[in-house]
């Protein structure tokens, strides 16, 4: 991109414009950018990983002055993959937590507090939303509810192409005429949000995440949550302001930090972050939601909500404590090492 100035004639680039201000880049999406000829010697590049994903090598991490870690696991993978295969450039690694859209407001906001129904405490049916990923544990709560005919409402959201390629002939005659609904297609803002505002009882059954955002806007509408005990999805709640299904966890051998990575430079002697879920598990999830009262409900979903914006905070602070980091001053800690 090219800037004049109307008063010389003079035509710029952006690195002309800004050789030291740091560039963020999310996961592998560098596009060349680094190699290009015009990118200025001086300029930090900060790295944002999802470290789940298998494009991410060891170039990534040692072509970086600074690692975001959205989670508490990234931050201490991460540390831990430097000290076993060094740190030439000395890269800071930052745990900042991160935030969601809070869609439920949103929703309100456009829609007006009349078109949204309160939650409903007393009257269970989960929302099960999967959009356009295969790493929700669809499988294994769709198992559950077709051995538990007794059990509430499932509703299921998903995009058609996933649908289509990885649940239609398994399942399509199996859940017809069960308390599982499945709605296929691409929902749009306002409805989405309205369904999110309105639900009380979520089923977010990741099997790995880099982040999570489906379970912090679930949250963030203060709602009742089951999800995967593994990180960093127990990153997101607690006995207390969620309920977690106990797991067995693996990992893929191309994930670099997963603890049995197939190539070099594979971080080791660590537990994989990827769920072995079954559908027993989802089972007593939902047992251990129907045995509580409305009013023990209502509870755990506030402190869901508290939390989220516990990490809101940590957050903007963190990124204040960055805007420091990128004028290469110093600057004051939250806490010692973020607890991580």
């Known amino acids: 991109m090219k800037y004049v100035d109307k008063k010389t004639g003079e035509t710029f680039s952006y690195h002309d414009l800004c050789p030291k201000t740091p560039m963020i880049f999310l996961n592998h999406y560098w596009d060349g950018i680094p190699d290009s000829p015009d990118w200025p010697a001086t300029k930090p590049l900060y790295l944002m990983p999802n470290i789940e994903m298998y494009e991410l090598k060891a170039e990534h991490y040692w072509g970086v002055d600074v690692v975001l870690c959205k989670t508490a696991i990234c931050a201490r993978r991460v540390r831990l993959w430097y000290e076993q295969e060094g740190n030439p450039r000395h890269t800071k690694v930052l745990y900042t937590r991160h935030t969601s859209s809070d869609v439920a407001a949103l929703a309100r906001n456009r829609l007006g507090s009349d078109s949204i129904?309160?939650?409903?405490?007393?009257?269970?049916?989960?929302?099960?939303?999967?959009?356009?990923?295969?790493?929700?544990?669809?499988?294994?709560?769709?198992?559950?509810?077709?051995?538990?005919?007794?059990?509430?409402?499932l509703h299921v959201y998903m995009h058609e192409d996933v649908y289509n390629g990885n649940l239609k002939n398994h399942y399509e005659n199996k859940?017809?005429?069960?308390?599982?609904?499945?709605?296929?297609?691409?929902?749009?803002?306002?409805?989405?949000?309205?369904?999110?505002?309105?639900?009380?009882?979520?089923?977010?059954?990741?099997?790995?995440?880099?982040?999570?955002?489906?379970?912090?806007?679930?949250?963030?509408?203060?709602?009742?949550?089951?999800?995967?005990?593994?990180?960093?999805?127990?990153?997101?709640?607690?006995?207390?302001?969620?309920?977690?299904?106990?797991?067995?966890?693996?990992?893929?051998?191309?994930?670099?930090?997963?603890?049995?990575?197939?190539?070099?430079?594979?971080?080791?002697?660590?537990?994989?972050?990827?769920?072995?879920?079954?559908?027993?598990?989802?089972?007593?999830?939902?047992?251990?939601?129907?045995?509580?009262?409305?009013?023990?409900?209502?509870?755990?979903?506030a402190?869901?909500?508290?939390q989220y914006f516990i990490d809101l905070n940590f957050f903007a602070y963190k990124m204040k404590e960055l805007q420091e980091i990128a004028k290469g001053g110093e600057v004051p800690r939250l806490r010692a090492e973020d607890a991580v």
Not at 272 to 277: M, V
Not at 303 to 306: C, E
């Open 117 to 153: 129904k309160p939650k409903n405490w007393s009257d269970v049916q989960f929302i099960h939303a999967v959009g356009t990923s295969v790493q929700k544990g669809t499988r294994p709560v769709l198992n559950c509810w077709l051995e538990r005919p007794d059990f509430p409402p």
């Open 175 to 301: 859940i017809r005429g069960t308390q599982v609904h499945m709605h296929v297609g691409r929902a749009s803002a306002d409805d989405f949000g309205k369904m999110i505002a309105e639900s009380a009882f979520f089923m977010c059954t990741s099997l790995q995440e880099g982040y999570g955002h489906y379970i912090n806007q679930a949250r963030a509408s203060g709602a009742v949550i089951v999800s995967t005990d593994l990180p960093p999805m127990n990153e997101f709640l607690t006995p207390e302001s969620g309920v977690l299904i106990p797991v067995k966890r693996w990992a893929f051998q191309e994930q670099m930090l997963g603890g049995k990575y197939n190539g070099e430079h594979g971080l080791r002697g660590v537990e994989g972050f990827t769920a072995d879920l079954q559908g027993p598990g989802v089972c007593d999830a939902v047992e251990k939601v129907l045995a509580m009262t409305p009013a023990e409900r209502e509870a755990m979903a």
């Open 303 to 306: 402190q869901a909500r508290k």
